[in-house]
């Protein structure tokens, strides 16, 4: 018995690496949150366990208790993003009990399970922030916005809109931004770039217009 007890079990130490592994797509997630340092502490805490091979019966505990606090902690947080850890809480409760010289059959059913799991969170996140970050930043923009002075923000918009509109713009919208007023005029993807050109010029002089740019599709959409 006290051979066996000498070491954790490997499926047990690569199901807690395997939870270490699922803070990394929450960590940059949240890389530009102002809650980051309270992400970075809760990520390091759950590589605890790893530091404990020699010691089975402080692993189990030291998992078991962190996987329980990870799904205790996301309900008050959920809205922070604390719910993005019970990954990390499956894998560690797992690992807790996965130890197939105590439990031959079921931890078979658990480390599946937990193989499983953190391959499906991985292609979600990855799946997820190739559609909201990555390919977004990837794609070519399809609005000019247009500064505008507060005075003749909303003058003649409708005007302004049925002349764009001819030009090849399909939207005519007035935003705000970071105490800026603009004018948003979105256009096809196919519009020939002549047509582009054709409709900056035309934002350039309608009254009130200080600047236009294309607006990144993550701004604009």
């Known amino acids: 018995?006290?051979?066996?007890?000498?070491?954790?079990?490997?499926?047990?130490?690569?199901?807690?690496?395997?939870?270490?592994?699922?803070?990394?797509?929450?960590?940059?997630?949240?890389?530009?949150?102002?809650?980051?340092?309270?992400?970075?502490?809760?990520?390091?805490?759950?590589?605890?366990?790893?530091?404990?091979?020699?010691?089975?019966?402080?692993?189990?505990?030291?998992?078991?208790?962190?996987?329980?606090?990870?799904?205790?902690?996301?309900?008050?947080?959920?809205?922070?993003?604390?719910?993005?850890?019970?990954?990390?809480?499956?894998?560690?409760?797992?690992?807790?009990?996965?130890?197939?010289?105590?439990?031959?059959?079921?931890?078979?059913?658990?480390?599946?399970?937990?193989?499983?799991?953190l391959a499906w969170f991985l292609a979600a996140f990855g799946s997820f922030y190739w559609h909201f970050t990555v390919a977004p930043a990837l794609a070519e923009p399809h609005t000019y916005r247009a500064v505008s002075d507060p005075d003749t923000f909303y003058a003649d918009l409708g005007k302004h809109d049925e002349r764009l509109k001819r030009l090849g713009a399909t939207s005519v919208t007035g935003t705000a931004s970071e105490d800026l007023l603009y004018l948003a005029v979105r256009f096809p993807d196919d519009l020939p770039e002549e047509r582009r050109a054709a409709l900056k010029r035309e934002l350039e002089k309608l009254p009130g217009i200080s600047r236009v740019d294309l607006c990144p599709i993550r701004d604009c959409g």
């Open 1 to 117: 018995m006290a051979a066996r007890d000498e070491r954790v079990h490997p499926l047990q130490r690569a199901l807690a690496a395997g939870a270490v592994v699922a803070t990394v797509p929450v960590l940059l997630w949240t890389v530009t949150s102002y809650l980051l340092p309270l992400f970075v502490l809760t990520a390091l805490s759950v590589a605890i366990p790893l530091f404990l091979p020699r010691r089975p019966p402080a692993f189990a505990r030291a998992a078991a208790i962190l996987a329980l606090g990870l799904l205790a902690l996301g309900l008050p947080g959920f809205l922070f993003g604390m719910f993005l850890f019970w990954p990390s809480a499956l894998l560690l409760l797992l690992a807790a009990f996965a130890d197939p010289r105590a439990r031959p059959v079921s931890t078979r059913v658990m480390g599946a399970a937990g193989g499983l799991a």
